[in-house]
């Protein structure tokens, strides 16, 4: 396997060590330092000369899997050992191995925890707070939370009993989780009043619960999030939420949870005040801070959603692209540019040009069906901070948005460029040696960053 990366690389986080692992198996995993750029002599000093603007090869193994990209961090388990991008190797607790890591979780400082297939939270350590005699500081680390995190006030910790099956983290600092097991109030209710008839019980649930922090999960339970101030703003969350069926997969962005359903269907929900990046409208039944379908996408399965930034992408059963969002709080994913295919003020100017021409104005899209190169079928799709990847089921990269920082990969602009329009993107150095060989098999997005990997046959 082969890792490709473009995109922001001032905290080297795209650059992995070249120090072998301990019992890594053999063949040893190969690390690719990303090699500084050299700044031209017209090239802005704002820039970073460590960004890299095309795709090239920055890690080579037997298994590779991309289990965190954020804004300074990268984290992989690569041959069966978990690394940090400029750091090195990650300990595991006893008994957990890098198979055992589902998800790494994190927000703009770095990596804060992790979650097992068990079920099991853990915590990151650093290193940086433990030094031995020279100065050197500690080793990098996952920690079972009793062992490390605390209440900062009353200094206690207190094992989560009930086992995970889904977290995420919005860009906001909430977690919400998805119990492995969570009976409802219907549910409960039915099992007492045995005597009620059946077409009277309504549909079993699915419960939910919302976090405002890692440390009030750790310290109060997943299934008692701590009760909520009076909601003096439209940005309080709501600890307890309802699904109509336990989810296969949670994603979050800046302000909006997304959940997949084992039927296909997707409900969101989050901060009323930008429910453009919802999907759906919000209404008295379903406001925006309770989960609600998606209906634009009712009746089609999507197998895959990812969301980032201000935007989130669903790739259907049938290989169709989906997507909504986009903009921020200021306007704009990229210098004030919006990708063209997203839906709301991209759509209206082009249908104000319409209008204009003598055509009918179509309605606001909530959610709008992407054509990439032609409308090929998709086999995969990443999400960043403002720019997006696709994988078509023929193996080539296409990617749009912002590419200030070389997340693109289009090799050019350096600093100044926006894609508003989809490209086809070539992985550049490294991936020309024995093309014949490599397959494409996903696309993942970090913050400002972009990742390929590759299959070698």
């Given at each position: 396997?082969?890792?490709y990366?473009t995109?922001?690389n001032?905290?080297?986080?795209l650059t992995?060590p070249?120090?072998?692992?301990?019992s890594?198996?053999?063949?040893s995993p190969?690390?690719?330092?990303?090699?500084?750029?050299?700044?031209s002599p017209?090239?802005?000093?704002?820039?970073?000369?460590?960004d890299?603007?095309?795709?090239?090869?920055?890690?080579?193994?037997?298994?590779?899997?991309?289990l965190?990209a954020?804004?300074?961090t990268?984290?992989?388990?690569?041959?069966?050992t978990?690394?940090?991008?400029?750091?090195?190797?990650?300990?595991?607790p006893?008994?957990i191995?890098?198979?055992?890591?589902?998800a790494v979780?994190?927000?703009h400082?770095g990596v804060?925890?992790?979650?097992t297939?068990?079920?099991?939270?853990?915590?990151?350590k650093?290193?940086?707070?433990?030094?031995d005699?020279?100065g050197?500081?500690?080793?990098?680390?996952?920690?079972?939370?009793?062992?490390?995190?605390?209440?900062?006030?009353?200094k206690?910790?207190?094992p989560t009993?009930?086992?995970i099956a889904?977290?995420?983290?919005?860009?906001t600092?909430?977690?919400?989780?998805?119990?492995?097991?969570?009976?409802?109030?219907?549910?409960t209710?039915?099992?007492?009043?045995?005597?009620?008839?059946p077409?009277?019980?309504?549909p079993p649930?699915?419960?939910?619960?919302?976090?405002?922090?890692?440390i009030?999960?750790?310290?109060?339970?997943?299934?008692?999030?701590?009760?909520?101030?009076?909601?003096?703003?439209?940005?309080a969350?709501i600890?307890?939420?309802?699904?109509?069926?336990?989810p296969t997969?949670?994603?979050s962005?800046?302000?909006?949870?997304?959940?997949?359903?084992?039927?296909?269907?997707?409900y969101?929900?989050?901060?009323?005040?930008h429910?453009?990046?919802?999907?759906r409208?919000p209404?008295?039944?379903t406001?925006?801070?309770?989960?609600?379908?998606?209906?634009a996408l009712d009746?089609?399965?999507?197998?895959?959603v990812?969301?980032?930034?201000?935007?989130?992408?669903?790739?259907?059963v049938e290989?169709?692209l989906?997507?909504?969002?986009?903009?921020?709080?200021?306007?704009?994913?990229?210098?004030g540019k919006r990708?063209r295919?997203?839906?709301?003020?991209?759509?209206?100017e082009?249908?104000r040009?319409?209008?204009?021409a003598?055509?009918?104005?179509?309605?606001?899209e909530?959610?709008?069906?992407?054509?990439v190169?032609?409308?090929?079928d998709i086999?995969d799709v990443?999400?960043?901070?403002?720019?997006?990847l696709?994988?078509?089921?023929?193996?080539r990269?296409?990617?749009?948005?912002?590419?200030?920082?070389?997340?693109?990969?289009?090799?050019?602009?350096l600093?100044?460029?926006?894609?508003?329009?989809?490209?086809?993107?070539e992985?550049?150095?490294?991936f020309?040696e024995?093309r014949e060989r490599?397959?494409?098999?996903?696309?993942?997005?970090?913050y400002?960053?972009?990742?390929?990997?590759?299959?070698?046959?």
């Open positions: 396997m082969e890792l990366a995109g922001f001032a905290h080297s986080q992995f070249t120090s072998p692992a301990p890594s198996p053999s063949p190969v690390f690719s330092p990303s090699p500084s750029a050299a700044p017209t090239s802005s000093p704002q820039k970073s000369p460590q890299i603007h095309k795709f090239r090869k920055v890690l080579t193994g037997t298994s590779i899997r991309l965190f954020g804004w300074s990268t984290v992989v388990d690569v041959d069966g978990l690394r940090s991008s400029n750091d090195g190797v990650i300990r595991l006893a008994g191995s890098a198979a055992d890591i589902k979780f994190g927000d400082t804060l925890g992790a979650l297939r068990g079920g099991e939270v853990l915590v990151y650093d290193g940086e707070d433990d030094h005699e020279a050197r500081g500690g080793e990098l680390c996952f920690k079972r939370h009793e062992e490390g995190a605390v209440d900062t006030k009353t206690t910790s207190r009993t009930t086992s889904h977290l995420t983290m919005s860009g600092g909430l977690i919400c989780v998805s119990p492995s097991s969570a009976p409802s109030s219907t549910s209710a039915s099992a007492r009043i045995p005597f009620i008839p077409l009277l019980i309504p649930t699915h419960d939910l619960y919302t976090h405002p922090s890692l009030s999960l750790l310290v109060h339970g997943i299934s008692s999030p701590p009760p909520l101030t009076p909601p003096k703003t439209t940005t969350h600890p307890t939420l309802t699904l109509p069926q336990a997969h949670l994603t962005n800046t302000n909006t949870f997304t959940a997949l359903l084992p039927t296909g269907s997707l969101t929900w989050g901060d009323p005040r429910v453009h990046i919802l999907g409208t209404s008295s039944l406001p925006a801070q309770e989960p609600g379908l998606v209906t009746g089609i399965p999507v197998r895959k990812v969301s980032a930034g201000w935007m989130t992408a669903a790739v259907s290989g169709d989906y997507v909504w969002g986009g903009g921020s709080a200021n306007g704009g994913d990229g210098g990708i295919c997203l839906p709301g003020k991209g759509k209206r082009r249908e040009k319409r209008e204009t003598g055509e009918v104005k179509e309605e606001d909530e959610v709008a069906l992407v054509d190169a032609g409308g090929v086999a990443g999400v960043g901070a403002g720019h997006m696709a994988l078509t089921r023929d193996g990269v296409f990617a749009v948005g912002d590419d200030r920082s070389g997340q693109v990969g289009a090799g050019e602009g600093g100044r460029h926006f894609c508003e329009e989809w490209v086809e993107v992985l550049g150095q490294g020309d024995e490599k397959v494409v098999v996903g696309v993942e997005c970090g400002w960053s972009s990742f390929v990997l590759v299959r070698v046959e």
